[in-house]
């Protein structure tokens, strides 16, 4: 029950904390906005304590001037909740300056120590720089312009001692919890743009590595299809020799013409992120058109494809399941023994369907199993010496955890590899 409730008031505390704050806003913007709603929070129970007590000492001029300060705090939680944060800091600046005027040279109550606090909001959470400098020197004016007024022999009343020290003692902590959680999110912030310069070097060599690949892979087949021509033009083969070795051109071009399949859906990826459009899809139906297409590498190695899947519905983007399952089944027949066979079976559980793609082929060992899921591209020939790029893999997963589906593979040496796709039933 105590850890209940402690969760419930850490959920209300943050819920309090980020008034106002949106995903849209830059890091820097949040954190301002989160520290003003942090002081003005801390704020509203000090200054309802002294309502209350300038009621009862019957100080019924500081009783309302101490009304207005709270719905200062008030107004600019209401104007974060309503993303008004630039109106918000104004009436910070100049409400402050107002109600803490008076009281200062009305009372002498120590709250012209409330000018620090103003002149550090004005000069860390404004950008614009005119406003910067007209703020601060109305700031520094004004403080200048009490600090005269208090030492001539007008006043209206007095508050206690203790009553001045407070005052003074929570402007100078006002004052400190606004630097330090800015200085500390300033170090975060750091830390952050540190950790995706980190990503970003990783991304480009990533991007690099696989360029590269891919221009070799390009290269060997079209340099291949260059010589064959030109062994036809000069007449050192004839156009039967010719057809003869467009066979194999034509197997490489194809494994060519899958992988930039992948790079083009991978570039869009990254320029434009995972575009996700899910829809009830048949599962059986699904299937049958995407193996359609994938009968004749298959027939090529005699390998027998068997859709072994129930009729039923899943959640999930069309486009997304066609490229998942696309490139299961081709890396299937890419490392399957000719004259073998692939199973594609499918269960339902909670809710869930998994779908299991099982070859009898070559198998992957514990080391690779654990880069096919990453950056890496790994990737290794198949068992008619096919190429890839490593990146299918990759787009899978991707594209599965977008659609809060997931992917798991067990394999064994020599005997075949199972790959299983869980995805939702449902909306």
């Given at each position: 029950m105590i850890s209940i409730w402690k969760n419930r008031i850490n959920q209300l505390l943050t819920q309090l904390q980020s008034i106002g704050v949106t995903s849209e806003m830059d890091f820097l913007e949040k954190k301002k906005t989160e520290v003003i709603n942090i002081i003005m929070l801390l704020s509203i129970p000090l200054i309802g304590y002294f309502i209350i007590l300038n009621l009862i000492q019957e100080r019924f001029g500081l009783f309302f001037l101490n009304i207005g300060v709270i719905s200062i705090a008030i107004?600019?939680?209401?104007?974060?909740?309503?993303?008004?944060?630039?109106?918000?800091?104004?009436?910070?600046?100049?409400?402050?300056?107002?109600?803490?005027?008076?009281?200062?040279?009305?009372?002498?109550?120590?709250?012209?120590?409330?000018?620090?606090?103003?002149?550090?909001?004005?000069?860390?959470?404004?950008?614009?720089?005119?406003?910067?400098?007209?703020?601060?020197?109305?700031?520094?004016?004004?403080?200048?312009?009490?600090?005269?007024?208090?030492?001539?022999?007008?006043?209206?009343?007095?508050?206690?001692?203790?009553?001045?020290?407070?005052?003074?003692?929570?402007?100078?902590?006002?004052?400190?919890?606004?630097?330090?959680?800015?200085?500390?999110?300033?170090?975060?912030?750091?830390?952050?743009?540190?950790?995706?310069?980190?990503?970003?070097?990783?991304?480009?060599?990533?991007?690099?590595?696989?360029?590269?690949?891919?221009?070799?892979?390009?290269?060997?087949?079209?340099?291949?299809?260059?010589?064959?021509?030109?062994?036809?033009?000069?007449?050192?083969?004839?156009?039967?020799?010719?057809?003869?070795?467009?066979?194999?051109?034509?197997?490489?071009?194809?494994?060519?013409?899958?992988?930039?399949?992948?790079?083009?859906?991978?570039?869009?990826?990254?320029?434009?992120?995972?575009?996700?459009?899910?829809?009830?899809?048949?599962?059986?139906?699904?299937?049958?058109?995407?193996?359609?297409?994938?009968?004749?590498?298959?027939?090529?190695?005699?390998i027998k494809l068997n859709n072994l899947t129930d009729d039923m519905q899943i959640w999930i983007d069309p486009d997304q399941f066609k490229l998942v399952i696309r490139n299961l089944v081709t890396n299937a027949i890419k490392f399957s023994y000719p004259n073998s066979s692939i199973e594609i079976a499918s269960t339902c559980s909670n809710n869930k369907v998994i779908i299991t793609i099982t070859d009898h082929g070559i198998g992957i060992s514990e080391d690779v199993l654990a880069k096919l899921f990453t950056n890496s591209f790994y990737t290794s020939k198949g068992t008619a010496h096919e190429k890839g790029t490593g990146i299918g893999l990759q787009l899978c997963k991707e594209f599965l955890e977008k659609s809060n589906a997931s992917i798991n593979v067990t394999s064994k040496l020599g005997k075949g590899t199972s790959f299983f796709i869980t995805f939702p039933m449902h909306e």
């Open positions: 107004i600019i939680l209401v104007f974060h909740k309503f993303h008004l944060l630039l109106a918000g800091r104004l009436f910070i600046s100049f409400g402050f300056i107002i109600f803490y005027s008076l009281e200062a040279l009305l009372y002498r109550n120590g709250t012209e120590n409330f000018f620090y606090f103003n002149l550090i909001i004005t000069l860390i959470f404004y950008s614009n720089k005119k406003l910067i400098y007209a703020m601060a020197i109305l700031n520094c004016l004004i403080y200048i312009g009490i600090k005269i007024a208090l030492n001539s022999n007008f006043y209206f009343d007095t508050v206690p001692k203790g009553r001045v020290i407070f005052n003074a003692s929570w402007a100078i902590c006002s004052s400190a919890i606004a630097l330090l959680f800015f200085k500390y999110q300033q170090a975060a912030y750091s830390y952050k743009i540190e950790q995706q310069n980190i990503e970003l070097e990783k991304s480009n060599k990533t991007k690099e590595k696989f360029f590269s690949i891919i221009a070799h892979d390009l290269r060997t087949p079209i340099a291949q299809l260059k010589s064959a021509m030109d062994l036809v033009n000069k007449n050192y083969i004839s156009k039967e020799e010719f057809n003869s070795l467009s066979i194999g051109l034509t197997k490489q071009i194809e494994e060519v013409q899958e992988s930039l399949d992948d790079l083009l859906i991978w570039s869009q990826h990254q320029l434009q992120g995972i575009q996700n459009r899910p829809k009830y899809i048949d599962v059986k139906i699904a299937i049958d058109t995407i193996l359609a297409p994938i009968l004749p590498q298959s027939n090529a190695k005699k």
